[in-house]
């Protein structure tokens, strides 16, 4: 049994969409950060950074927090989302971080400059959605010729669609980079994405 905490953001919704992938039996405790819950010491304990998700693998007694570091526990576990293959291994891995890196910061700050700061700052909204853009195209470029960002639907999918999934959230369109588009309409699709995306 997996412990899950979480709230209704996109990196909250890796580790819901990952549980539900993978079929393994969790809770959920819904860490509202909007009031704060994230900073109350039971959860510090499990989370030094006062970030969601985290989970705690009641099976082996192990806490892993921050998405990423998730997704991969999840897939080492189950065996599944994570090619054993050296090559394609390393490949999943490096769109994940380019996720965790790139893709996870820069939407956060358009999110952030756009929709929630109390003073409109156009010089910062200008220049996160130009990085939002370019990393569109990055990703519609990866997509041209497969039909998953790694061939195969893997860890990296998942942390990336919760991310692309709020474009029309952040005023955005996806018809200029069609492979995207056609990618977020196949993933979407998945009973899997659809329940973890509900969750909290």
Known sequence: MIDLYTFTTPNGRKASIML???DLPYNVHVIDITKNDQFTPEYVAINPNSKIPAIVDQDTGTTVFESGAILIYLAEKTGKLLPTDQKQRFQVLEWLMLQMGSIGPM?????????????KIQYAIERYEKETLRLYGVLDKQLANNEFICGDYSIADIATYPWVAIYEFQGLTLDNHPNLKR??????????????????
């Open 107 to 119: 939407f956060g700050q358009l999110n952030h400059f756009k929709k929630f700061a109390p003073e």
């Open 183 to 200: 990618w977020v309409e196949t993933v979407e699709q998945r009973p899997a994405v659809k329940h973890g995306m509900s969750i909290p």
């Open 20 to 22: 539900e992938e993978v």
